[in-house]
Nanobody, 112 residues
Framework: QVQLVESGGGLVQPGGSLRLSCAAS????????MGWYRQAPGKQRELVAS?????TTYADSVKGRFTISTDNAKNVYLRMNSLKPEDTAVYYC????????WGQGTQVTVSS
């Protein structure tokens, strides 16, 4: 059974930075696709960033501001710079193995 635990969310002022972390446990291996989605109130969940091997993809709205990375098969990070109020959302990490497993979500609020 694969479990994901996110951390690092919080309240930050516009222009600030946060680093989200996601620790995975269970039967996953280096190269499993991992990534981050977010869901703002009243909106659909959207893909923010993904990583598979050395290949990364980003939503247009976060390109140049967010960076996804991993340090092994079981930890994935999202560095978020130049945060904007529209980045406010619950952020969820995921990993694809035989199914897609999700974390519980971490709240990011960008407000002055």
């Amino acid at each position: 059974q694969v479990q994901l635990v996110e951390s690092g969310g919080g309240l930050v002022q516009p222009g600030g930075s946060l680093r989200l972390s996601c620790a995975a446990s269970g039967s996953i291996f280096n190269g499993n696709p991992m990534g981050w989605y977010r869901q703002a109130p009243g909106k659909q969940r959207e893909l923010v960033a993904s990583i598979r091997g050395g290949t990364t993809t980003y939503a247009d709205s976060v390109k140049g501001r967010f960076t996804i990375s991993t340090d092994n098969a079981k930890n994935v990070y999202l560095r978020m710079n130049s945060l904007k109020p529209e980045d406010t959302a619950v952020y969820y990490c995921y990993v694809d193995h035989n199914i897609r497993s999700w974390g519980q979500g971490t709240q990011v609020t960008v407000s002055s």
